[in-house]
């Protein structure tokens, strides 16, 4: 009896910390929407000078695109966002990678993002912009106004004129 007792003591325990942490995973919310403000994450450029939001335009909607260098759906983007970037001429766009350096700098050329002043590119390897954005897919895609408080966040396949109807708002 007392083993039974024991087993009832712990499937009861187990099942209110199951309840409580499935309670407490859903009601918190991603840092980014806790802080609806562009994240501070030092990021690398590809001349290797290191940023924050504070290099950043003021007063200038910003989108920043968090991109992996091997996702298709990024490079189709990317490809969308540089053939449409006359639409864009009034954002700046931050596009952060979690990864290395080297591989950012590859993406950066392959696309010759140096030509479009209005697109920073910058490596964050520590992959906090990950946690931040609480990221399950490529591309994260995150709409800021003027003040560079959030507007919209979106991950996946997103369409171009999808983003400029939130940046346009």
Do not use: W
């Not at 106004?145 to 997103?158: A, H, I, R, S």
Request: aromatic residues 14%; positive net charge.
């Amino acid at each position: 009896m007392s083993m039974r007792y024991v087993f009832l003591v712990l499937f009861c325990c187990i099942s209110v910390f199951s309840r409580a942490q499935t309670t407490s995973s859903t009601t918190s919310k991603p840092a980014y929407l806790q802080y609806p403000i562009i994240p501070a994450f030092p990021m690398t450029l590809p001349d290797g000078h290191v940023i924050t939001k504070n290099d950043l335009k003021k007063n200038v909607k910003t989108m920043v695109f968090v991109f992996s260098v091997d996702c298709d759906h990024c490079k189709h983007l990317t490809e969308e966002v540089t053939r449409n970037i006359d639409k864009f001429k009034n954002v700046q766009i931050l596009m952060v990678t979690p990864f290395k350096v080297d591989q950012m700098k590859e993406y950066y050329e392959q696309y010759k993002i140096k030509n479009y002043p209005n697109i920073i590119m910058a490596s964050e390897p520590t992959r906090q912009i990950m946690y931040f954005y609480d990221l399950r897919y490529f591309p994260g895609l995150f709409i800021y106004d003027k003040k560079q408080q959030l507007v919209k966040g979106m991950e996946g396949d997103v369409k171009v004129d999808t983003l400029l109807s939130y940046l346009n708002k």
